[in-house]
């Protein structure tokens, strides 16, 4: 069974560091999401991709945090530089789009010191 | 926006009983409303979801109920196992057209062999 895959599992930097995470999804899933979900509470969308366009980044502290998609395919969200409070979970998820089942990845734990 | 809360924070039962997890929504637009279930270290994964022109949708010991006119929903897991323990999210399609998620902050359920 296709299933998305992330890399790293897990990161820790120090303040001030850049970080990156890489997010393959499945394959023929147009859209794509980046969720950032802190211990304790629901995932929280950072971006959503429809192939290699975003279409929402209302909640993505755009002054550090960037992602892309560029083929369309995998996807890369960066943090520069991380701050002690963008530790959380970062979960990547594909689907289909609206109205379907939206498929998550294992995540990626960030730990920032 | 929209807004999803959900009660309780966490849930014991025994083994064998039922368990009923319940989440409202703000945004009267939103028709798609799916449920997730984490286990520990895991990724979610969805267990049943339901649309807005259905009032019940049955899966197995799994049920979701949907009152519109109220705003709310309901996560029912019937004859419960020490297997269903994990934490539950249940999640509400924003109105915007691409109708991103928007999740609970979830249920720690927790079932007592």
């Known amino acids: 069974e296709a299933e998305v895959a992330q890399s790293p599992r897990y990161k820790i930097t120090e303040k001030s560091q850049a970080v990156a995470f890489w997010c393959d999804p499945i394959?023929?899933?147009?859209?794509l999401y980046w969720y950032r979900q802190i211990l304790g509470q629901g995932p929280e969308l950072l971006v959503q991709?429809?192939?290699?366009?975003?279409?929402?980044d209302s909640q993505l502290p755009k002054d550090r945090f960037s992602a892309e998609r560029l083929k369309g395919v995998d996807s890369t969200l960066k943090i520069q530089p991380a701050e002690l409070g963008d530790s959380a979970m970062y979960l990547c998820?594909?689907?289909?789009?609206?109205?379907?089942?939206?498929?998550f990845g294992p995540g990626t734990r960030l730990t920032v010191l | 926006g929209e807004n999803v809360e959900q009660h309780p924070s966490t849930l014991s039962v025994q083994e064998g009983d039922s368990a009923v997890i319940k989440c409202t929504y703000s945004?009267?637009?939103?028709?798609?409303f799916p449920w997730y279930k984490q286990e520990l270290g895991k990724r979610p994964q969805l267990i049943i979801d339901?649309?807005?022109?259905?009032g019940e949708k049955k899966d197995q010991r799994i049920a979701v109920t949907l009152n519109k006119t109220a705003k709310h929903f309901s996560l029912h897991i019937t004859e419960t196992q020490p297997e269903d323990s994990a934490v539950y999210f249940c999640?509400?399609?924003?109105?915007?057209?691409?109708?991103?998620?928007?999740f609970g902050k979830g249920t720690k359920l927790s079932v007592k062999p």
């Open positions: 998820a594909s689907g289909l789009g609206f109205g379907n089942e939206q498929f």
């Open positions: 394959s023929g899933h147009a859209t």
């Open positions: 991709f429809q192939d290699e366009s975003v279409v929402d």
């Open positions: 945004d009267s637009a939103s028709n798609y």
């Open positions: 339901i649309r807005s022109n259905v």
């Open positions: 999640a509400a399609s924003s109105g915007g057209s691409q109708g991103n998620l928007i």
